[in-house]
């Protein structure tokens, strides 16, 4: 069961690529061309139109810098569209780290106001192979999905995804 925290947020645990919602966020790498982790399970549930569209990006725009995001179709998701922006690396938190994991999030939401979409559900990004640290991460997501939406019309609907019940804590204690 999602548990509720505002009208406007949830925290789910569970697999992002089931998630009912008008996008997805992948936390994808700079080429776009897939990888592990949570990309590497979004391409294999979404199927191959996920990539076709990202080649055709990486063609035109030369793949995704860090902090930046691209929106493709869902595929065979349950979402129409993934949104796929690129975390920074964890580098001990002096090289930019906050500020470009802030932008990830904004540019994310950005797309998904300017084409208007309902529901958008986020992984914890660079929490995974990029190592940035949990507890940092998730008070970064939370901040700023709560001032976009202080702010902005849509997404009407924010859902953070924890994939393990550590986030889930994580996620908890900020969203209290
Ligand atoms: P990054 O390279 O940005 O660190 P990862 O894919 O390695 O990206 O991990 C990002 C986060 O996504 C991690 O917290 C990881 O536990 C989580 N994750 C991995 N698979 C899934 C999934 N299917 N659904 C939701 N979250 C996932």
Redesign the pocket.
Same mark, same amino acid.
């Given at each position: 069961m999602p548990a509720t925290l505002s009208a406007r947020i949830q925290l789910v645990q $569970?697999?992002?690529?089931r998630q009912e919602v008008s996008a997805i966020v992948n936390?994808a790498?700079s080429s776009l061309l897939g990888?592990?982790?949570?990309?590497g399970?979004?391409h294999r549930a979404g199927g191959p139109q996920i990539l076709e569209e990202c080649r055709q990006i990486r063609a035109r725009q030369g793949g995704c810098k860090t902090g930046e995001a691209v929106i493709t179709t869902g595929g065979r998701l349950p979402a129409a569209h993934v949104i796929h922006t690129v $975390?920074p690396v964890w580098n001990g938190g002096h090289k930019g780290e906050p500020e470009l994991l802030a932008h990830c999030y904004r540019n994310s939401l950005r797309l998904a106001e300017e084409k208007s979409l309902a529901s958008v559900a986020f992984?914890?990004?660079?929490?995974?192979?990029?190592?940035?640290p949990?507890a940092e991460a998730a008070a970064i997501a939370v901040h700023e999905v709560r001032q976009w939406l202080a702010a902005h019309e849509f997404p009407e609907k924010v859902v953070f995804?924890a994939?393990?019940e550590e986030?889930r804590r994580l996620y908890e204690q900020k969203l209290r």
């Open positions: $569970g697999d992002i690529t936390a790498n990888g592990g982790g949570v990309d399970a979004i $975390g992984p914890g990004i660079s929490t995974g192979i990029y190592g940035y949990k995804v994939f393990d986030n």
